[in-house]
């Protein structure tokens, strides 16, 4: 299992949590339609990531929270661009998931994963890849 962030400090894993969780939250929401689904592929993420199941609700909460009140993703992407490059692929994986989730990905979400890959700075057959690899599970 995937472990990011220490699960018995509760503070520590609070603050890049919650923005990774932002970041998130905002995939599933540019297409104008935050599904249950998505919530859940959420949820199940940020506890891989190393969260506290039993503070997970209250972290979806502030995140969407603080999605709402930005215009930009950057200050949600900090956290992840100081990860190193296996976390970073993680995130990318998830973000996919959250994308095909509906099987139905529109130009605002391919939008944001070209911006992603940018200011990740990934290298775009990676994320080609990652984006290949959800589809292909989805067959």
Known sequence: MFRFFNKE?????EDPLTKICALL???AKIDENFTD????IIKKAIIELGANDKIIDD??????????????????????KSMDEDSKTKI???LWNI??????PDMYENSLMRR??????????TVGDLKQ???????
């Not at 979806?60 to 992840?80: C, D």
């Not at 994308?99 to 139905?104: A, C, H, L, R, V």
């Not at 690899?133 to 067959?139: A, E, N, P, R, T």
């Open 9 to 13: 400090n509760k503070k520590e894993i």
């Open 25 to 27: 939250v905002h995939a």
């Open 37 to 40: 689904k998505e919530r859940e």
């Open 59 to 80: 972290i979806l909460i502030e995140a969407e929270e603080i999605e709402k009140k930005s215009n930009q993703i950057l200050s949600f992407t900090k956290e992840v």
């Open 92 to 94: 990318i994986e998830i």
């Open 99 to 104: 994308i095909y989730s509906d099987n139905n």
């Open 116 to 125: 992603l890959t940018g200011l990740l700075y990934l290298n775009p057959k």
């Open 133 to 139: 690899k959800v589809i292909s599970k989805l067959k």
